[in-house]
């Protein structure tokens, strides 16, 4: 399951998502600490298949976690190679243009 949410800033939409398991948590390598919070993230689970659905309708991704960008790939928006690691977890930015 992966937690996900909706955030506009006027016509721009992000889709902010996690895999659920790592929600909540906080990741520090060197000098970067990233914070999963439920308040960015969401705090309602959804199935890979609905945030394959959402990622069709924002102009921007934040996704952390394996099952979140393994549906970034397989719906395309994701290129592998431009997926990093960042505390042991995967990590990709996505804009749409």
């Known amino acids: 399951m992966i937690r996900a949410r909706l955030h506009r800033r ?3 939409w992000l889709l902010a ?3 659920e398991e ?3 948590q906080t990741f520090s390598e060197g000098k970067v600490k990233i ?3 439920e ?3 969401g705090n309602e689970p959804m199935t ?3 945030l ?3 990622m069709g309708s924002v102009t921007m991704m934040n996704l952390f976690g394996d099952k979140a960008i393994a549906v970034g790939i397989e719906k395309g928006y994701v290129s592998p190679e431009n997926v990093i690691i960042v505390a042991g977890i995967k990590h990709a930015q996505v804009i749409l243009l």
């Open 10 to 12: 006027g016509d721009e």
């Open 17 to 19: 998502a996690c895999d």
């Open 22 to 24: 790592l929600a909540g």
């Open 35 to 37: 914070v999963l919070s």
């Open 39 to 41: 308040k960015f993230y």
């Open 48 to 50: 890979e298949e609905v």
């Open 52 to 54: 394959g659905e959402r």
